[in-house]
């Protein structure tokens, strides 16, 4: 064949490539930034765009998981409606604590699961307390212990809870681990794993990931979430994973992380461990039978004077996307006087970041809070090409200097609390499996407030002049950086 010939089909091959991944690209109607981010990829990089898109370019869970979780679906769907039924009473005789009923109501009409009573709602935010707090409800556990968390990394004190969690497998307690198969690889791939299952604690990877998996599933669709569920009655979640600060990423050069987590008992607890359980089935196809038990309600729960009020909103690529986005911006629109939010990870999408500002030049003191340095150099950079436009809007932004500033919150009027695993990134939003917990109540509020005033204390505020004045080979930096933003 002639060369010419060679060129001529090799282009129209290409160009058709071209075509084929940006209809594509288009007809999965996402976010603007994100479809041109796409097409641009695909354009600039003509072999490595096509291959990028193919890993990272969609949702897909794989074919078996999509299965599992339709066959999962009547299931939840009757543990759904019988708690409903069970918290009719509650809700029927106890008046609502939400100050902000647009957040509320979203929340209960979006979610399939109604708001929840939590006995007692404790607040921890010192790496030693929230050990101590693991180690004594797991050396506690009487009947079950459920562990989903996106990095376990058993060294330092995490052994010791590891080691926890085996002595109580060795006493009856039944014992259930859901672990990202990416960011606890090093667990996975350990001793660890062979002495869990030896005890007979179930240990589930969740997302796996694999060369063949590859062509068939996006792999960076990851399992964020962080929680432990005590005897159905005693939960944890929050941004801490199970890792040792004094240990974890040291070589990152930002310090020890800091993290924050919310003990909850009482019905939270059946629900978060049901999420957990869930996710497990989803990887394994086996059901549990925690989905078709009736559930008791506690007695403790049926006060309407103790404890706070609490959504759990679940979310994730095989679950209602637009769900977490639409509360997010919901809870800033509906903000009246102060909005305080605390992420690691600052990469907003162009609704969330106008949502903010609007809020700000509309009087609200909105006030940011992120770490200093950043383990994640693109993120850095992306998210500080922001700050402009923020500090134009008279958004207070301040630096962190404690360590890697790792608690994930959004506080509404000092009354509303979203807090859990989702950082201000699309990757949180659209993509991964995350848990946010929605507490309404001033008592709770005013904890959170101090908390995140004990954070600004450490950090450093912003300023618009001097942040004017950077080198202009930062701002290209950073700009370039923001281009890529919406795939972060």
């Known amino acids: 064949m002639d060369i010419s010939w060679l060129s001529v089909l090799f282009g129209a091959v290409y160009i058709g490539l071209i075509m084929a991944f940006g209809i594509n690209v288009i007809m999965q109607r996402r976010p603007v930034g994100v479809t041109l981010t796409w097409l641009l990829l695909l354009f600039i990089l003509p072999v490595a ?73 404790q607040l921890f935010h010192e790496t030693d307390n929230i050990l101590e707090g693991l180690l004594n409800d797991v050396n506690g556990a009487q009947e079950s212990i459920v562990l989903e968390f996106y990095i376990c990394e058993p060294e330092g004190r995490i052994a010791q809870l590891a080691e926890a969690v085996i002595a109580a497998a060795r006493r009856g307690v039944e014992c259930a681990v859901v672990l990202d198969a990416v960011g606890s690889w090093s667990f996975l791939k350990s001793d660890w794993l062979q002495r869990f299952r030896k005890e007979g604690i179930s240990v589930t990877e969740s997302m796996p990931v694999g060369l063949l998996r590859m062509l068939f599933e996006r792999v960076d669709i990851r399992n964020h979430r962080k929680l432990l569920v005590v005897d159905d009655q005693i939960a944890w979640s929050g941004s801490f994973n199970l890792v040792d600060p004094v240990l974890f990423k040291q070589d990152a050069s930002v310090g020890q992380w800091v993290d924050a987590m919310i003990r909850l008992e009482g019905v939270p607890a059946h629900v978060l461990s049901t999420i957990a359980l869930w996710d497990k089935a989803m990887e394994t196809g086996e059901n549990h039978p925690l989905f ?158 101090t908390l995140l005033e004990q954070y600004i204390q450490q950090s450093e505020l912003v300023d618009a002049k001097r942040w004017n004045k950077r080198p202009f080979s930062k701002k290209l930096r950073e700009n370039l950086f923001q281009i890529f933003s919406p795939l972060l």
């Open 49 to 121: 765009g096509f291959f990028f898109y193919l890993l990272f370019g969609s949702r897909r869970l794989g074919s078996r998981r999509l299965k599992r979780i339709e066959s999962l679906y009547p299931d939840y769907a009757q543990w759904s409606e019988h708690l409903s039924r069970v918290l009719e009473v509650h809700q029927e005789s106890c008046p609502s604590r939400a100050v902000h009923t647009g957040v509320y109501k979203l929340a209960e009409q979006t979610l399939g699961i109604p708001v929840l009573p939590s006995d007692r709602l």
């Open 292 to 449: 078709h038990t009736n559930y008791q309600m506690p007695e403790s729960s049926l006060s309407c004077y103790t404890g706070a009020d609490v959504h759990v909103l679940p979310s994730g690529p095989g679950i209602d996307r637009e769900r977490l986005h639409q509360v997010l911006l919901t809870a800033i629109y509906e903000s009246k006087e102060e909005l305080l939010i605390s992420t690691p990870y600052f990469v907003p999408d162009e609704s969330l970041l106008q949502a903010l500002k609007t809020a700000s030049m509309r009087g609200v003191d909105v006030q940011l809070l992120v770490p200093y340095r950043n383990d994640s150099r693109m993120v850095h950079y992306a998210s500080r090409s922001y700050y402009d436009e923020l500090l134009s809007a008279g958004i207070k932004i301040h630096q962190f200097k404690g360590g890697l500033l790792h608690t994930k919150c959004v506080l509404v009027d000092r009354s509303t609390v979203l807090f859990g695993t989702v950082n201000l990134d699309m990757r949180s939003v659209w993509l991964n499996y995350e848990v946010t917990m929605i507490i309404y109540g001033h008592a709770f509020g005013l904890t959170m407030t």
